[in-house]
């Protein structure tokens, strides 16, 4: 186990809050814990690694608002446009961390991304303003991305197959509507879960509050976190609500987990930050 630092980049829907065009209350508040970019989280070692999980309509802001500067690997949930937009903006960690970046992705999403980002994995002859460096690789089971050891989860987005992901005691389910009976069994034993909680009333492809915070109780996790959530939960009242050990995510908020890493590969990366 190695400590990490988990930042929530974005933890709204895929419109996003405000949304365009909004009058509601929650879309009109000054409160900044009611403003959501697009889902991601940024999970880097202190020293090591960093990972992004998607890459969120939003990256650029989130990149800039937080000051990344190292990127080790992407890991993909699935392809819907929310989590994938940001693709482009990659190619400023080519330029930082000088070479191709790893993305990992299932088949669909892999057969996705090559379709929506066609110039990125087939780049036309002349390169303008440069086309991001890309090293895509199927994901199959249990995997390690920079050094850190991943646990795909597999989860039902409505009735779309597509990945959670564990990382030694934190495990991040964002988009589902119902989790398969064999992917609770590997979510025994977390201190952090962060779940899919998009509003009260019921929606084909997602979650709602009461749905999340029930797995949420099945799974057991020392703490849970809710994202991928819509204008209809405003953040300071929603967590007045909820019973200690949940509460809803924020942009911008930190968590600090334990992720394993892969020591037996001799891929663990060094501790001075130099790329692995
Ligand atoms: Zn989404
Ligand atoms: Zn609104
Ligand atoms: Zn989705």
């Known amino acids: 186990m190695r400590p990490a630092r988990v930042t929530f980049l974005g933890t709204g829907t895929s419109h996003g809050v405000p949304m365009i065009g909004c009058t509601c209350a929650v879309c009109r508040s000054t409160d900044p814990h009611d403003r959501r970019l697009r889902p991601s989280i940024y999970l880097a070692l202190d020293g090591g690694p960093a990972l992004l999980v998607d890459t969120a309509t939003d990256l650029r802001q989130q990149a800039l608002t937080h000051a990344l500067t190292r990127l080790d690997a992407v890991i993909y949930t699935h392809s819907h446009a929310d989590h994938v937009m940001g693709l482009d903006e990659l190619r400023r960690f080519n330029v930082l961390m000088q070479g191709p970046l790893p993305l990992y992705a299932d088949a669909a999403t892999a057969a996705e991304l090559q379709r929506v980002f066609r110039y990125a994995f087939a780049p036309p002859a002349q390169l303008g303003g440069g086309v991001p460096q890309l090293d895509l690789r199927e994901i199959r089971g249990p995997f390690t991305a920079a050094g850190v050891r991943v646990v795909p989860v597999p989860l039902l987005h409505g009735r779309l197959p597509i990945l959670g992901y564990r990382f030694g005691r934190f495990a991040y389910l964002t988009d589902c509507s119902a989790i398969p009976e064999a992917s609770f069994e590997l979510l025994h034993g977390l201190d952090v879960l ?30 849970t976190y809710f994202t991928h959530i819509c204008h209809d939960l405003p953040h300071a009242a929603t967590n007045a609500t909820l019973p200690p050990g949940l509460a809803l995510a924020h942009d911008g908020l930190v968590v600090d987990v334990d992720v394993d890493l892969d020591t037996a590969s001799g891929a663990a990366p060094a501790a001075d930050g130099g790329a692995a």
């Open 194 to 223: 962060v779940i899919d909680a998009l509003r009260h009333r019921p929606h084909p492809t997602h979650f709602t509050l009461a749905e999340a915070s029930a797995a949420a109780a099945r799974i057991g996790a020392g703490r």
